[in-house]
Nanobody, 126 residues
Framework: QVQLVESGGGSVQSGGSLRLSCAVS????????LGWFRQAPEKGREGVAG???????SYADSVKGRFTISQGNAKNTLYLQMNSLKPEDTATYYC????????????????????WGQGTQVTVSS
């Protein structure tokens, strides 16, 4: 059974940084990709970043150069380092896992994941 548990959200001022973590279990890392998507109030899901077993990554254009996705050495922790945060980054962030050898483009992540966590809130004030 796949389990994804996010942590690390919070409130920060514009320009600040946060690092989200996701504890991952029940995944066969060679057959899954992992990623993050977010959802702001009254908005749809937006793919943020993804990573596959070969450490190939994908990012939404809106976060390129500011966010970095990575995994811990044991691959059972997924991270999202978020720098230069903007008010428009305010959302609930979800960790996601999907079957496949190759990470999808970030815009496809919300349509392709099979499992997700409970979410962690990120609030960026101006």
């Amino acid at each position: 059974q796949v389990q994804l548990v996010e942590s690390g959200g919070g409130s920060v001022q514009s320009g600040g940084s946060l690092r989200l973590s996701c504890a991952v279990s029940g995944v066969s890392y060679s057959n899954y990709w992992l990623g993050w998507f977010r959802q702001a109030p009254e908005k749809g899901r937006e793919g943020v970043a993804g990573i596959d077993a070969n450490s190939k990554t994908s990012y939404a254009d809106s976060v390129k150069g500011r966010f970095t996705i990575s995994q811990g050495n044991a691959k059972n922790t997924l991270y999202l380092q978020m720098n230069s945060l903007k008010p428009e980054d305010t959302a609930t962030y979800y960790c996601a896992a999907g079957r496949g050898l190759r990470v999808p483009s970030a815009d496809q992540i919300p349509f392709l994941f099979g499992d997700w966590g409970q979410g962690t809130q990120v609030t960026v004030s101006s």
